[in-house]
């Protein structure tokens, strides 16, 4: 049997064609984020005595971002604010009383 004959017309998708890309797997993207912070605190970035670090707050379980005093451990700068972090504790409450 003439198996040419048979695949006229079809059309074979090339063998060089791209492998799909798949996504970043959680420990390596963990590992990159932690270079890029000891990088950034390397560098001084934030002043001499200030380091960034990121953190889980334990009530929302959402990552924080903060700018620290390394001596007072006092926090500069912190993304998202306080306030920000409680309301996504309770959204159901607005904050003022009725």
């Known amino acids: 049997m003439d198996v040419n004959s048979?695949?006229?017309g079809?059309?074979?998708?090339?063998?060089?064609a791209p492998a799909p890309t798949t996504p970043m797997d959680k420990a390596a993207e963990n590992r990159e984020v932690v270079q890029a912070v000891?990088?950034?605190?390397?560098?001084?970035?934030?002043g001499h005595d200030n380091?960034?670090?990121?953190?889980?707050?334990q009530q929302t379980h959402r990552m924080v971002i903060?700018?620290?005093n390394k001596n007072?451990?006092?926090?500069?700068?912190?993304?998202?604010?306080?306030y920000v972090l409680r309301l996504a504790e309770n959204p159901g409450q607005s904050g003022g009383s009725q």
């Open 6 to 8: 048979l695949n006229q």
């Open 10 to 16: 079809v059309q074979v998708p090339s063998a060089a």
């Open 38 to 46: 000891k990088a950034l605190n390397g560098s001084e970035m934030f």
């Open 51 to 57: 380091e960034l670090l990121f953190q889980k707050d």
């Open 66 to 68: 903060r700018v620290v």
């Open 72 to 82: 007072t451990q006092e926090v500069i700068s912190q993304i998202p604010p306080e």
